[in-house]
């Protein structure tokens, strides 16, 4: 009996790191085929991590170009999956979440008739233009899926009240708290000077990323005076910004910050250097939905730079806290932070509610089953 054959699409950073273990369990399972095909829709960064997991696409689209628009993103992933798709003609397509990678990978499959698995589905805001576009990416990614694999229940209900038939839906938990896990568990020093210098046991390290198309413009430059004025006010803290390559990030974020002391200003870091960073900071200032769900494994409150957020679970739980982009109210809840430890330790100390680190396996367990090679429905992740 030939293989059921998977094609894994992805082409960011944050997915990669997301779809990482998912790949690793289906090449794990000897009653599947895998193939990977990236658009590297961000390349350098999405070549960091599949260094970090030991990743070797099948195809590479290598569809990146400066100042590229997500028009030409989208037609250069359709014209160049579809190529991959007529090769291999996949059972099964996977896309991860909310990218115009995961849109475009999702109407490729949907166009040649190849069952569609949506990895990170349900998430939800209601406002179409936050966050842009991955909001309208992940609800028409949804549409076009035939598996909806759920990091929780919540999203499954979210899917439902859509439409979306229950049985098409499995509760995983998210795979990037494998990732995480992963790499946390390795053992790392910093190589770069400007990290390796900082006293972390002695300093409140404040660990801040920003770059959502939404936050372009005046709310990211609110986020910097509020960063500015933190540091001029509190000798105690250190920043540390990773900054988003995209030119307007950096123009805002080097004009108003470059010249700042305790304000390191550093282009995008390696997954692992990352996970170091989070490891060893205070808290997390971010517009990130990946260190959203990734902070609070490691005990680190978060402040999410956004007015809304698709992962209400973790202001439930208690991990979040939704700030915005409202210069003054940045800093009121840093301050806060800082300066109260029973407010940081109801933080800290809140479970994360994101997963296990084994929702690849149960991703994969869940193919099997689609395909009739296992006799059992894997059971839902709890939360």
């Known amino acids: 009996m030939p293989k059921k054959k998977v094609m894994a699409v992805f082409g960011t950073r944050p997915e990669a790191i997301k779809m990482a273990p998912v790949v690793q369990a289906l090449r794990s399972?000897?009653?599947?085929?895998?193939?990977?095909?990236?658009t590297a829709q961000h390349r350098e960064?999405?070549?960091?991590v599949l260094d970090i997991f030991g990743i070797i696409?099948?195809?590479?689209?290598?569809?990146?170009?400066?100042g590229q628009?997500?028009?030409?993103?989208?037609?250069?992933?359709?014209?160049?999956?579809?190529?991959?798709?007529?090769?291999?003609?996949p059972d099964l397509i996977l896309v991860h979440g909310d990218t115009s990678t995961t849109f475009a990978g999702a109407?490729?499959?949907?166009?040649?008739?190849?069952?569609?698995?949506?990895?990170?589905?349900?998430?939800?805001?209601?406002?179409?233009?936050?966050?842009?576009?991955?909001?309208?990416?992940?609800r028409l990614a949804g549409c076009l899926s035939d598996i909806h694999f759920a990091p929780l229940a919540?999203?499954?209900?979210?899917?439902?009240?859509?439409?979306?038939?229950?049985?098409?839906?499995?509760?995983?938990g998210n795979t990037v708290i494998d990732a995480l896990l992963d790499i946390a568990g390795m053992p790392f020093e910093f190589t770069l000077p400007e990290l390796a210098s900082i006293d972390y046991l002695n300093r409140k390290v404040v660990l801040v990323?920003?770059?959502?198309?939404?936050?372009?413009?005046?709310?990211?430059?609110?986020?910097?005076?509020?960063?500015?004025?933190?540091?001029?006010?509190?000798?105690?803290?250190?920043?540390?910004?990773?900054?988003?390559?995209?030119?307007?990030?950096?123009?805002?974020?080097f004009q108003i910050l470059s010249d700042m002391p305790r304000i390191r200003l550093l282009d995008p870091v390696d997954y692992q250097t990352m996970v170091g960073l989070m490891s060893r900071c205070y808290l997390v200032l971010t517009d990130s939905g990946g260190l959203q769900e990734e902070a609070p494994s490691l005990d680190k409150p978060v402040l999410v730079l956004r007015d809304v957020t698709e992962r209400p679970e973790g202001v439930d739980a208690g991990t979040l806290a939704v700030v915005g982009t409202d210069e003054e109210r940045i800093i009121t809840f840093t301050q806060r932070l800082l300066d109260d430890a029973n407010e940081y330790r109801k933080m800290s100390e809140a479970p994360n509610p994101y997963g296990d680190g084994q929702a690849a396996?149960?991703?994969?367990?869940?193919?099997?089953?689609?395909?009739?090679?296992?006799?059992?429905?894997p059971v839902d992740f709890q939360g």
């Open 154 to 172: 919540t999203h499954k209900d979210n899917l439902v009240r859509e439409g979306t038939p229950c049985d098409s839906i499995h509760i995983t």
């Open 107 to 138: 109407l490729c499959g949907f166009y040649h008739r190849v069952q569609v698995g949506h990895v990170e589905a349900g998430l939800r805001t209601r406002d179409k233009y936050s966050p842009y576009p991955e909001e309208m990416n992940r």
């Open 209 to 253: 990323t920003a770059h959502r198309r939404e936050n372009l413009g005046e709310p990211l430059r609110r986020i910097c005076w509020a960063i500015k004025r933190l540091v001029e006010t509190r000798p105690d803290i250190e920043v540390v910004w990773p900054v988003h390559m995209n030119p307007a990030v950096r123009d805002d974020v």
């Open 361 to 377: 396996l149960r991703i994969r367990d869940a193919i099997l089953w689609r395909f009739g090679l296992v006799p059992e429905k």
């Open 57 to 66: 696409p099948d195809y590479d689209l290598n569809i990146m170009q400066e």
């Open 69 to 89: 628009s997500l028009s030409q993103i989208t037609i250069r992933t359709l014209s160049g999956l579809e190529e991959v798709l007529e090769k291999e003609k």
């Open 45 to 48: 960064m999405l070549d960091q």
């Open 29 to 38: 399972s000897n009653e599947l085929s895998t193939v990977v095909a990236v």
